[in-house]
């Protein structure tokens, strides 16, 4: 029987993550997944009725020990890293003015959002390039769950925007110093979809997409950004790298 594809999906205990690392597992692959809490997910189990093995670890993505704990807990489980999904991600605690906005949400902020899934992404990539070395065909992938605040401003969470734009670039970095060793590197920009991060906000943005916010006038799902990791997991795009996939009902386009 051959060896089974694994994945690291990170913040994969709700929303996107959840609704990714269950796409994966349907998609062949075992994961490794993470949350700050001690407790497993349900994702945990979810994932393991089908048929995929599933290795949580407690970690905490702006942590540099923790960070290494995931990817140390990875190489001993499985042995291999075939797909990171860097999608752990927050919201500010408390929406702020950008005149009135403090650096303790600045840093909370930067540090989940662009500052771990920099590092993170160093080491599996530097893992990758070892693999890619014993393993010249094994597809190798990344994958960052980025958003439209990295180009639409929200002066209300400017930390948020600040830090998908940074996640945008790395994306583009990470691409291009990975290209020579076949591994490709995307970017998943997601709209208005229905999570926990958006639930306090749920009537402002029922009223914008009932007034056309996006030519697609309903809420995006967890699902649909789930579908297009599984788009690139299957090896659809791999002549592609440092490509962004929107998956936001049309959001993005300009129109007159």
């Known amino acids: 029987m051959p060896e089974r594809a694994v994945a690291i999906v990170t913040g994969a205990s709700r929303g996107i993550g959840r609704a990714i690392a269950i796409e994966l597992a349907k998609l062949g692959y075992d994961l490794v997944i993470n949350r700050v809490q001690q407790e497993p997910p349900q994702t945990l189990k979810e994932v393991e009725d089908l048929g995929a093995a599933c290795e949580f670890v407690q970690a905490d993505i702006a942590c540099a020990e923790d960070r290494s704990r995931l990817v140390a807990s990875t190489k001993s489980r499985f042995g291999r890293c075939d797909l990171l999904v860097n999608n752990t991600g927050v919201a500010p605690l408390d929406r702020m003015d950008i005149l009135d906005v403090t650096e303790e949400s600045f840093d909370r902020v930067m540090g989940i959002n662009l500052k771990g899934p920099y590092f993170l992404t160093q080491q ?133």
């Open 124 to 256: 599996v990539a530097n893992w990758m390039v070892e693999q890619r070395k014993q393993y010249p065909d094994r597809p190798l992938r990344i994958v960052n769950i980025g958003s439209v605040s990295s180009y639409a401003s929200s002066p209300a969470r400017g930390e948020y925007c600040i830090s998908k734009a940074g996640l945008s670039m790395m994306t583009k970095l990470y691409a291009h110093r990975l290209a020579e060793h076949n591994i490709g590197v995307f970017e998943i920009c997601p709209g208005v979809i229905a999570t926990d991060m958006t639930s306090p906000v749920k009537d402002k943005y029922d009223k914008l997409i009932a007034e056309g916010l996006a030519p697609t006038r309903r809420w995006g799902r967890p699902e649909d950004v789930a579908k297009a990791v599984g788009v690139i997991a299957e090896g659809k795009l791999d002549f592609s790298t440092g490509n962004v996939i929107n998956v936001d009902g049309g959001f993005h386009l300009k129109r007159l």
